[in-house]
């Protein structure tokens, strides 16, 4: 959610360069701009504006770029504050399926017991 929050802007020309240069070593690649915008038409011609995804749809994009270094990579599950406020998304990643497993049967009791 800090990615949503401290680093996509609707227009990323306005994001400031220290913030850009982070976030592309979080993400491993400037490609990052190609998964969170896209090119909207307006009179003046196309312009970059963020895609309108929810804290779990940004999850599922950063897991697409994990599965590329990780093996094993479960479902993002969004963790949210008393006030159900979306705070992060948490995934697991490794080399290890068992791990895979164990991640996701924790994740589905969370998911069960928030209901």
Known sequence: MAINRGVLRK??????EAARIRFEEFWGTAD????LYEDEQTLFGPRKVKR????KEVGHVFKKRLEEIFP???????????KNAPLYC????GHNATGKRIAEEI??????DKE
């Open 90 to 93: 948490l995934i697991f990643a």
């Open 32 to 35: 990052c701009m190609i998964d």
């Open 107 to 112: 994740f589905i009791k969370h998911e069960r």
């Open 72 to 82: 094993h990579c479960s479902n993002p599950i969004l963790m949210s504050n008393s």
């Open 11 to 16: 227009n990323p020309q306005m994001i400031p």
């Open 52 to 55: 309108q995804l929810s804290g």
